[in-house]
């Protein structure tokens, strides 16, 4: 299938997977994941009318998407890797969405330079739903504490939680703890599921999921 061809596939499975689950249609946005492939591979995908795309690291982003945010208007672009405090600048200026928030420094870092460039973020917290000790987030126990870290004292206004579930368990029990834990803090948005297992997401309540190798094949 062409990239256009496999972009609807992944749409046509959440729209059933909202559907299953009783849901609004429309109510899962898909992040398409762009990460480490170029601008020529990324345009067929926008042409077949995909906005919202996910990348992993910031120099890596700033090599391609202000040309692509030139070429199409309404390109929403979410930071979905974990992110350094030396780059907050740069990820404020291209990012309209920081899906990973996990701790403190970065919190702040990414405060004074929403401040400094007078440019709205959404803002996600990531939780290492796993407590894997080579992924980034904040442990589970933590979660509420940071969020209200983040918009009492620090005043960044956090939206919604996101995931990534070890890769060798079950997704489900992760999808449903940060499901627990987004009530808890009261936020309604969450971006979890992956190629793998997006569908299971949908069905445990994702907002968003970030899918990539569905849509432009393997990297």
């Known amino acids: 299938m062409s990239v256009g ?14 559907a299953a689950s009783n849901r609004v249609a429309g109510s899962v946005s898909l992040v ?6 170029d601008a020529d591979a990324i345009r067929p995908v926008i042409d ?6 996910g990348e992993n ?5 700033q090599g391609k998407w202000p040309e692509l945010k030139a070429e199409t208007s309404g390109i929403e672009l979410h930071l979905i890797g974990p992110l350094q405090s030396n780059k907050a600048a740069d990820a404020v200026a291209l990012f309209d969405v920081i899906e990973t928030i996990d701790r403190e420094k970065i919190a702040r870092a990414i405060a004074a330079e929403i401040a400094r460039q007078s440019k709205p973020v959404r ?25 209200t870290l983040c918009r009492e004292t620090i005043g960044i206004p956090i939206e919604g939680l996101m995931c990534i579930p070890p890769a060798d368990e079950n997704p489900g029990p992760h999808f449903a703890l940060l499901a627990r834990l987004a009530g808890r803090c009261g936020l309604d948005k969450l971006s979890m599921g992956m190629s793998g297992d997006f569908d299971v997401a ?17 990297r």
């Open 57 to 61: 690291r910031v120099q890596e982003a």
């Open 32 to 37: 398409a994941v762009s990460k480490t492939f």
């Open 123 to 147: 803002l996600y917290v990531q939780v290492n739903t796993g407590l894997e000790p080579q992924k980034a987030g904040i442990a589970p126990d933590d979660t509420v504490t940071f969020v």
């Open 5 to 18: 061809e496999q972009l609807n596939d992944v749409l046509s499975r959440i729209r059933d997977g909202e």
């Open 202 to 218: 949908v069905q445990f309540g994702a907002t968003s999921v970030r899918v990539g190798s569905a849509i432009f094949g393997a």
């Open 48 to 53: 077949a009318g995909q906005r919202i795309f």
